[in-house]
C-alpha cells in the first residue's frame, strides 16, 4: 500500500506512478488529515509511504499522521521523498519513527522534482520542469525495482552538512518560518474555493466569498500555487514570481 502526503502534487505524481508500476493501493493522507480521521489501514505488502521534503525531514503533518495511525498487515515500511535539491538525514528520524511503530525500516530514497517553495525561493521554470520530471520518471522505475524485489533501499551516505539540516536547522525552521500570517489575497479573487478545498489543515475559510487565513498552515504552499488566478501573495515575496503546481498523471511506457 502507497501512502502520500502532497501539497503541490510532485508527491502525488510520484505515488501514482509507483501505484501503477507495483500494482499497489494509494492512500492520500490529506483526505484523513482534512477530515481529523486516524488512520486505520492494512496492507498485505510493505507500506510505501510517499512525501515532500520540508527542511530536509518529511512533513512534520505527515510525521504526525503516521504516529498516531494504525497499521495492520505488513510490518515494513519504505519511505520515498521528493525534493527539489536534497533531504538531509531525514532517514535517521525515519528510521526512529519506524522503531517507535514497531516497523522494520526498509529505508528512503529521493526523488528530485521541481522546487514549490515560492514563499521563500523562485520554483522552477516550466521547461526545466519537464525535464526534471523525465529524470523522476527513471528515478521511479529504480526505486521500484528495490521494492518489488523486497530489498532494502541502499544505505545513505550521511555528510555532518546533512545532519545539521535535519537536526538543527529543521526546529528552527518551524518555529520561525512556518506561519500562516504572511498570506493575503488580492482582488484577483474569483471566489472559486480551490484554496479551500486544497488546504490540508482547512486552514482557509471562504467568508463572503473571500477567503480568510486562520492560524494552523505547514507551508504546504498548495493554495498559494493552486490558485488558478494567481490571487494569493505571500508577504512581498512572491509578487510577480512563478507558480508552481504539478497536476499531471504518469504515463508508464516501459
Ligand atoms: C515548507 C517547504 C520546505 C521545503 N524544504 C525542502 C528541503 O529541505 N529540501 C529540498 O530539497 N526541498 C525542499 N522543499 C521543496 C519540496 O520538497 C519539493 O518541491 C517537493 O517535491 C514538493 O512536493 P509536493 O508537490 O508533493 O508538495 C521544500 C518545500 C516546502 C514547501
Ligand atoms: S483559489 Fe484563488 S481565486 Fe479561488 S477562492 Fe482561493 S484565492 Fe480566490
Ligand atoms: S494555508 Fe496554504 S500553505 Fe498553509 S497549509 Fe493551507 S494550503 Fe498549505
Known sequence: MIVYFSGTGNSRYVAEALAIRLG??????????KEHRTAELSSENSYIFVAPTYSWRIP??????????????????????TCGDDIGS????????????????????????PENYV????????????????AADRRIKQISGFISSGN???????SF??????????????KHFVKSKGFRVTDKCISCGRCEELCPLNNIRLVDGMP?????????????????????????????KLRYYNSK?????D
Open 24 to 33: 499497489e493501493k494509494l492512500v492520500n493522507a490529506k483526505e484523513y488529515i
Open 60 to 81: 512534520r503533518i505527515f510525521s504526525d499522521f503516521i504516529e498516531i495511525g494504525k497499521f495492520g498487515g505488513s510490518s515494513s515500511a519504505y519511505f520515498v521523498m
Open 90 to 113: 531525514a532517514g535517521v528520524y525515519l528510521n526512529e519513527l519506524c522503531t517507535r511503530k514497531g516497523f522494520t525500516y526498509k529505508g528512503v530514497m529521493a526523488v528530485v522534482m
Open 119 to 134: 514563499a521563500l525561493f523562485n520554483v522552477t521554470e516550466k521547461a526545466e520542469a519537464e525535464q526534471m520530471i523525465s
Open 152 to 158: 532494502d533501499f541502499p544505505a545513505e551516505k550521511l
Open 161 to 174: 552538512l546533512a545532519s545539521l539540516k535535519s537536526r538543527t536547522i529543521n526546529p528552527i525552521f518551524y
Open 212 to 240: 480568510v487565513y486562520g492560524e494552523n498552515c505547514t507551508h504546504c504552499m498548495a493554495c498559494i500555487c493552486g490558485c488558478p488566478t494567481e490571487a494569493i501573495e505571500y508577504k512581498k515575496r512572491t509578487v510577480g
Open 249 to 253: 498523471s504518469p504515463v508508464i511506457d
